[in-house]
C-alpha cells in the first residue's frame, strides 16, 4: 500500500477524532457553563425566599401576646403575627442544577416547619394556661427562632458556594436577635429545670 495513502488515511482518521473530541468538550462546556447559571439563578431565588422567611420569623419571635404591651379587652394574650409562609416548589427552575444534599435541605425545610407548629400546637393546648398562655408563646418563640437561625444557615451556604454577596438592607442583625431569644430560653428553662430538681429533692428528702 502507497506509504502516502497510508499517512493520508491516518491523519483523516485524526482529524474526525480530534473533531468529535472537540465536539465533545464544547457540549460539556456549554452544559456544565448553562447549569451554573442556571444553579445562581436558583440560589438567588432561594435567597430571596429564604431571607424573606427569616425576616417573618423574626417578627413572630417578637410576638408575646400583647398588643402594644396590652392584653386584649377580656384579659387575654393572643397572637399578634401571622406566621410566614415559605413556598419552594418553583417549578421555572432547574432543580438538578444543585447537589443533591443542597436540593435535599431546602426541599425538606417546609417539614422542619411543620414539625415546629406541631410542638407549638400541642404546647398550646397542653400546658399553656389562660390567660398568658406564657408556656405556648415561649414555644412559639424558641421554634421560630430555631427556623430563623436554621434559614440564615441555608442562605449562607448558598450564598457562599456561588459567591453571592450579602444584602446590607437591614438596620439590626436579625439573626443576632433571634440567637439571643433562643439563649434568653434555653437558660429560663435551665433554670427551671434546676428549680424543679431542687424542689423533688426537698420532698423526697
Not at 39 to 59: H, N, P, Q, T, V
Not at 69 to 98: C, H, M
Not at 125 to 146: I, K, L, T, V
Amino acid at each position: 500500500m502507497d506509504e502516502k495513502y497510508i499517512f493520508g488515511l491516518v491523519g483523516i482518521v485524526l482529524g474526525s477524532l480530534l473533531s468529535a473530541i472537540f465536539a465533545v468538550v464544547r457540549d460539556l462546556y456549554t452544559e456544565n457553563r448553562a447549569k451554573k447559571k442556571e444553579a445562581e439563578y436558583l440560589a438567588i431565588r432561594m435567597i430571596c425566599i429564604f431571607d424573606f422567611f427569616m425576616e417573618g420569623c423574626a417578627s413572630v419571635v417578637g410576638d408575646d401576646g400583647l398588643y402594644h404591651g396590652q392584653t386584649d379587652a377580656e384579659g387575654y394574650s393572643r397572637i399578634q403575627v401571622t406566621p410566614p409562609q415559605l413556598d419552594v416548589q418553583l417549578d421555572d427552575v432547574n432543580w438538578k442544577s444543585f447537589p443533591p444534599e443542597l436540593m435535599y435541605e431546602i426541599l425538606y425545610f417546609p417539614n422542619l416547619i411543620k414539625d415546629a407548629e406541631s410542638y407549638i400546637s400541642s404546647t398550646f393546648e397542653n400546658a399553656a394556661s389562660p390567660p398568658d398562655y406564657s408556656e405556648g408563646f415561649e414555644e412559639r418563640q424558641y421554634q421560630y427562632s430555631n427556623l430563623g437561625i436554621m434559614a440564615s444557615e441555608l442562605t449562607t451556604k448558598l450564598r457562599e458556594k456561588y459567591k453571592i454577596p450579602k444584602s446590607h438592607i437591614y438596620s439590626w442583625d436579625i439573626v443576632e436577635y433571634m440567637n439571643n431569644e433562643k439563649d434568653k430560653i434555653d437558660q429560663l428553662r435551665l433554670k427551671r429545670e434546676a428549680a424543679h430538681k431542687t424542689m423533688f429533692a426537698t420532698v423526697n428528702a
